[in-house]
């Protein structure tokens, strides 16, 4: 099943991608859940499955705005440096850790969503990521369970702006300018994929593959990774866990390659789908 958090008018909602569109279970008045974060923390995809089963579509595609799978996270840890090919080309040791930080919700954009290129920097790389979207709360996780916890995946850009990312030896500013992490297109729920770690990754900026990577070259699997950050911090249920890019970036390329505005950048991950994401600069703004 494919779950997906839009935008309608001025109303969000959420609803089941069927192949003529998206089934609209977040307005249906006798539905409980009124966010996709709902019904993860309800336990209920399975009454959503039942709920959506043989009814039509209700929305084509175009008629919505995408938001983010999950638009209101508790939380959004990112893993960095967790692909070797990455981990040689920027030149850093290994560790016996993973490297994690931290997203805001505000910086999540959804598909079809412009990221936007923030006016202090011109160096904003892309980042194709699988992002795991946390089904069931859990403390102190162990490894073997680990994968019960998840209630799916999806794609991810952890796009950075590379300047202010190295400020300073935490990665927080570079990562955290609004619109600049794409998350979508949906949510492809845990059943549908048995093995996270048998999936094919490309990043492509403007038609041309810049990263190429199996998720079974992760140094820190989904396990490993479900079990470090269960120790120090709740995972619940809609938690955002976006697992590290390949290699390919865009500042170790020689010359270094940075997305600008009109590009388009696609994030695509088999057995989940395309992440799309258009450039823009941003616009003068009061103070």
Known sequence: MKLVSFQRGATASYGVVIEEGIIDVGHRLDHPY???RAVLEANALGEVAEYVAGRPADLSFDEVTFLPVIP????ILCVGINYEAHRLETGRDKTE???LF????????GHNQPIIRPRVSEKLDYEGELAVIIGKRGRYI??????SHVAGYACYNDASVRDWQRHTSQFTPGKN????GGFGPWMVTADEIPDPTQLTLSTRLNGVQMQHARTDDLIFTIPELIAYISTFTELVPG???STGTPGGV???RRPPVFMKPGDLVEVEISGIGVLRNPIIKETAHAD
Request: no cysteine; aromatic share 12%; hydrophobic share 45%.
């Open 97 to 99: 850790y993973p490297v």
């Open 72 to 75: 209101n996270p508790d939380k």
């Open 250 to 252: 865009g500042f170790a």
């Open 102 to 109: 931290t997203r805001f919700a505000n910086t999540q954009v």
């Open 177 to 180: 300018f609004p619109a600049t």
């Open 34 to 36: 009124l966010t996709l």
């Open 239 to 241: 938690d955002v866990i």
């Open 142 to 147: 162990d490894r073997a369970a680990a994968l």
